[in-house]
């Protein structure tokens, strides 16, 4: 039970403002921000079989990288983004950086970048600093950088609801920031939107993805006092859950008291005399 405000005070500290994927006012934004964005689709499978390239130039399958028990972290980029695609895998970095978990024994991270003009030299490069920034051993069996053609990108992207926009005025992409947590089996399990992820956000989203095959008791706990709110892709206090929790103690606390009154009460009764002192 100490773990637990260890826990929350933790995640107090390393939470962030979530960049918002949409504005309130959509009509205020200006173009081509009005067409970027995520549209949750939780519960949908994506296709495992799109084909991509790794960073080292070999054609695989996204199901290469979707393994039993293993939930899969997909952040959806592209290299040469000036800003808020490294934002974005910062953000990334930090949180996993948190976890106890391993990459590539506990979850799988796929980078795939939305440009299908990038190729394997730019995906290396990113996959090498990711994994430097990271600085865990072993974390390159779980790291993946991918890119590729337009139909397998265009395929990817919509499974996911994540739609952006090429500006040609600037020669860059508008696009929303977020990761995508899935299930080993390919489901949309969570959105963690924004570019910085609070670490009990990430690993409450890789545990529940996992189907609880992965984490500890504790996490178990947290998942009944917390709850995935699909509006802001992030995990909040369940009321109802924390009442029947409050309320379930109580009454333990009760029946446990009760029986305690009783077995003295029967013990007395039993030997009048052990409860008087010999005068």
């Known amino acids: 039970m100490k773990q637990i405000p260890q826990?929350?005070?933790?995640?107090?500290?390393?939470?962030s403002i979530a960049m918002p994927t949409l504005a309130e006012d959509p009509g205020s934004l200006p173009s081509p921000l009005r067409e970027v964005g995520f549209e949750q689709r939780l519960g949908e499978s994506i296709s495992l079989d799109l084909p991509f390239v790794d960073s080292e130039g070999k054609s695989v399958l996204l199901a290469d990288y979707f393994v039993a028990d293993r939930p899969v972290v997909l952040a959806l980029v592209y290299y040469e983004c000036p800003v808020l695609c490294s934002m974005v895998l910062n953000g990334l970095v930090s949180s996993l950086d948190v976890l106890s978990f391993q990459p590539g024994q506990d979850y799988e991270v796929?980078?795939?970048?939305?440009?299908?003009?990038?190729?394997?030299?730019?995906?290396?490069i990113k996959r090498t600093?990711?994994?430097?920034?990271?600085?865990?051993?072993?974390?390159?069996?779980?790291?993946h950088f991918l890119t590729g053609d337009p139909a397998s990108i265009d395929a990817l992207t919509t499974a996911i609801g994540f739609s952006y926009v090429y500006d040609a005025e600037k020669d860059q992409y508008a696009h929303a920031s977020g990761v995508t947590v899935l299930t080993p089996e390919g489901r949309i399990s969570r959105y963690l939107f924004?570019?910085?992820?609070?670490p009990k956000d990430m690993r409450l989203a890789l545990v529940e993805s996992a189907d609880l095959k992965i984490g500890s008791a504790v996490d178990q706990l947290l998942l009944f006092?917390?709850?995935?709110?699909?509006?802001?892709?992030?995990?909040?206090a369940a009321t109802m859950n924390l009442v029947r929790l409050g309320g379930g103690i109580t009454v333990l606390g009760v029946i446990g008291f009760i029986a305690l009154s009783r077995r003295r009460d029967r013990r007395l009764a039993a030997h009048p005399n052990q409860g008087s002192n010999p005068s």
């Open 7 to 15: 826990i929350l005070v933790a995640t107090l500290l390393l939470c």
């Open 110 to 124: 796929i980078v795939v970048s939305f440009d299908p003009g990038e190729g394997p030299e730019l995906s290396r």
């Open 129 to 143: 600093n990711t994994l430097d920034q990271l600085g865990r051993e072993g974390a390159e069996d779980g790291v």
């Open 194 to 198: 924004g570019v910085e992820y609070a």
């Open 225 to 236: 006092c917390y709850l995935y709110d699909p509006a802001t892709g992030k995990y909040g």
